[in-house]
Every structure is written in C-alpha cells, then in structure tokens.
C-alpha cells in the first residue's frame, strides 16, 4: 500500500512539474512563433506595396492613362481582401481609387493612429502580437504606404486582423496540442521509469536484506554457541578442587594453571580461570583479570599463548588474547569482520575477516 501510495505521489510530483514549466514554456513559443509570423508578414505587405508602387510608376512613365492603371489595378487585387495582406491605392486627398472591397472605392482612407504609431517603433511585431492579443477593435489597417513617384497615387498596404488572429489562434492551438501529447508522454514515461528503476532497487535492497538475515542468523548462533561454551567452562571450573595437592605435581608446560607477572616490582601468580584478556601495548603485555586488576609479564603472546588452554583462550589478533568466560557479546563489524565486546570492561576487540572462520570453530569445540 506504501509502495503504490509512492507512485501516486511521483505521479502527481511530475505532472505538477510538468505544468509548471509548460505554462511558463508555452507562452514563451507561442510568443516568439507568432512574431516570427508577423515580422514575415510585415514584410510581405511592404514589399508588395513598394513593388506595385514601381508598376504603377513605369506604366505612368509608358504615357499610360492614370485611368487605365487604376482600373488595371482594381481588376487585379479585386476580392483579395479576405487574405491576411492585401494592396489598395489612393489618392493625395486620401479617397480610395482601387479597393478589393469595391464598395470602398471613392471613400475616406482611414487607419489606427495607435496601430500605426507601433509599427515605427523597432520590435514593431512585438507591438502588433500584444495590441492582438489585448483584442483591439480592428478589422483591416493600413501599415505601409509607397507614394507612386510623379504622380498623385499612393499605395497602401493592408493587414486583416481578424485573419491573423485566427492564424495565431490556430497557431495555439497547434502548441497546446502538441504540448499535451509531450506532456503525457513525458510523465507517463517518467512514471514508468520511476517504477522500473524503483523495482530494481526493491529486489537489490531485498537480496541485501536477505543477506543481511542470513548474517544476523549466523551471529545468533555464534552467540548462542559461545554461551553454550561459557556455561560448559563455568561447570568444569566449579568442579577443580580448590584445594592444592600437598603433593608438588609436575605440570606440563601446555596445561598450565597460573602465569607470574608484576605489579610494580611485586611478582604475582595469576590464576588463569581469573584473566579475562591479555594485551599488548607499547611493547609491554598487561594481563586484565575480571576484578579489573592489571599486571604486566615480560612473555609475549606468542609465549603466552602456547601455555595456556587453547580451549579457553584464543588469539583475537596480533594484540589480543581473550578468554572464552570474558566474552559479553559477538556484534558483525564492517565487510564480514567481527567484533568482540568484553564483560564489565570498555574495551571492543576486532577479529579480522580470515580470523573470523577460525574464531567459529573455536566456539564450536
């Protein structure tokens, strides 16, 4: 349940992501599109205009009646008006002498001084995409006009509104739609991802932990063992006698039962059933009895260790020697390494992984 409630949230988490950033990407588009669009609109219109301008030149020049040029004109551009461009011509006293809409022939030419005034400004599509954008009233506006040389005419170039709005409109829609389909995709993608990639690291973090219990089911054992041991030495030295044999026994040198050390310059036999570990430091070798007495031997542990029982010692590492009724608790440390936690005493001795399958077998004889 945890686990689907995770994708739910990565779900949402993208997605949410997703529009944010679209919202912000897609008018940023739609902004630099539609101004492409309109600086080539611009464009077309002042360049048509100029070239009709010169048409209508070299015609006059030809000594063709200004009439029969007006009425080419008109029979040329007539019914254009519905493009998003178109041309017209008028006169000095501002009457239209050839219109596409031929309605609007004779009549008073008229534009917006507010469209006008933003097409001399630099980003001139800049201005032109927001006065579209904020609805304004218009319809179809003069943006550019050529004065026919030697003559009275005028061309002047058109821009519909209303069609340019329309191509920008479908232009939206265009981004939108394609934005939507990028964005399904995306997050859909993405979700999948998420699962496949999280699934891996599921079954990964599921053999480690499988792993993991299969160490912790081991250590138990080896704990469960040393206790086992512990309680197995605990009864035999209940069993020695306490009572020293009036009779001088000689002692193999393997079997011995006290080791002599120094406290100070005072010599002191030490009980082995008394020492809880033996360490080295600096050179010298201290022996650490469960009271918390602390002597030194001038033996090493080498030395040490061939003299006494096996059985209840074993050699941790190159510094320690430790008892088996010393032991408090077998803790796993670092890659297959353990450690060993002394009884009644702050000290953590390591037992290094090639030492740690001997360590085991230790436990188990």
């Keep these: 349940m945890k686990k689907d409630k995770l994708y739910f949230l990565t779900f949402i988490s993208i997605s949410v992501i ?63 008006q519905e493009a998003t461009s178109f041309v017209s011509v008028f006169n000095w006293s501002g009457k239209a002498v ?18 006008l005034n933003s097409l001399k400004e630099e980003n001139s599509s800049d201005r032109l995409y927001n006065l579209l954008i904020e609805h304004e009233e218009f319809n179809t506006e003069i ?41 399904i995709l995306i997050i859909l993608s993405s979700f999948f991802a998420v699962r496949v990639i999280g699934s891996y690291y599921e079954k990964q973090l599921e053999v480690k932990n499988n792993s993991l219990e299969n160490e912790l089911i081991n250590l138990s054992k080896l704990n469960t063992d040393l206790v086992a041991y512990q309680q197995k030495v605990s009864v035999e030295n209940k069993t020695e006698t306490t009572i020293e044999e009036s009779i001088q026994e000689t002692v193999p040198e393997s079997s011995k039962k006290r080791i002599l050390t120094y406290i100070r310059n ?54 320690f020697i430790i008892s088996i009724t010393s032991i408090h608790k077998i803790i796993k440390y670092g890659n297959s390494q353990l450690k060993i936690l002394i009884k009644e005493a702050d000290v953590e001795i390591l037992i290094s992984k090639n030492k740690a399958s001997e360590f085991r077998q230790w436990l188990n004889i």
């Excluded at 944010?20 to 599109?33: L, R």
């Excluded at 100029?50 to 200004?66: A, F, G, R, V």
């Excluded at 029969?68 to 004109?73: F, H, K, L, N, S």
């Excluded at 040389?149 to 479908?170: C, M, P, R, T």
């Design 18 to 80: 997703f529009l944010i950033i679209a919202s912000v990407g897609v008018k940023y588009f739609i902004k630099v599109s539609a101004n492409q669009l309109l600086e080539l609109q611009l464009e077309s219109v002042k360049r048509e205009s100029n070239e009709i301008s010169k048409l209508l030149y070299y015609q006059l020049e030809n000594k063709t009646k200004q009439q029969e040029v007006v009425e080419q004109i008109q029979r040329t551009i007539e019914n254009t």
């Design 266 to 319: 005072e010599l002191v036999p030490i009980h082995i059933n008394e020492i809880a570990y033996i360490y080295t430091e600096d050179t010298i070798t201290y022996v650490h009895c469960f009271s918390g007495k602390k002597s030194t031997t001038n033996a090493s542990l080498d030395d040490l260790l061939s003299s006494l029982d096996t059985s209840l010692f074993f050699r941790a590492n190159r510094q």
């Design 143 to 183: 943006i550019h006009i050529a004065p026919v040389i030697n003559s009275d005419l005028i061309v002047a170039g058109h821009i519909n509104i209303s069609e340019l709005s329309s191509e920008i409109s479908k232009l939206k829609k265009s981004f939108y739609t394609i934005f939507v389909l990028m964005g």
């Design 98 to 115: 050839s219109h596409p809409d031929i309605t609007k022939v004779g009549q008073k030419v008229n534009s917006n001084q507010t469209l």
